[in-house]
Nanobody
Framework: QVQLVESGGGSVQAGGSLRLSCAAS??????MGWFRQAPGKEREGVAV???????TYADSVKGRFTISQDDAKNTLYLQMNSLKPEDTAVYYC????????????????????WGQGPQVTVSS
């Protein structure tokens, strides 16, 4: 059974940093990503990475967030720096065995498997 287990959420003041982790069950995913959903808003793409390591970021997080993966540990990461109050949301890890366009997936989060989502709260 596919499982994505996230960790690392929490509360931080504006300007601070957090790192999210997503441990994936044994499987080869060609596309993985982080998405977020704030109260009253639609889910939006944050960052996507494919198996070759190519990354795509939403404009709102470019230069502040970094997505990476550790293939040996089958773990996906999201390093979030210079956090802003508008980054407050539930963050979801997602994965898919298909190789999908990062730009497309950021706009249309159609990945097959999803985690439960840790809360990230940034206070001003």
């Amino acid at each position: 059974q596919v499982q994505l287990v996230e960790s690392g959420g929490g509360s931080v003041q504006a300007g601070g940093s957090l790192r999210l982790s997503c441990a994936a069950s044994r499987y080869t995913y060609n596309t993985m990503g982080w998405f977020r959903q704030a109260p009253g808003k639609e889910r939006e793409g944050v960052a996507v990475i494919d198996q070759s390591g190519r990354t795509t970021y939403a404009d709102s997080v470019k230069g502040r967030f970094t997505i990476s993966q550790d293939d040996a540990k089958n773990t996906l990461y999201l390093q979030m720096n210079s956090l802003k109050p508008e980054d407050t949301a539930v963050y979801y890890c997602a994965a898919d065995p298909r190789r999908l366009s990062g730009d497309f997936i950021l706009r249309f989060p159609l990945l097959r498997y999803w985690g439960q989502g840790p809360q990230v709260t940034v206070s001003s």
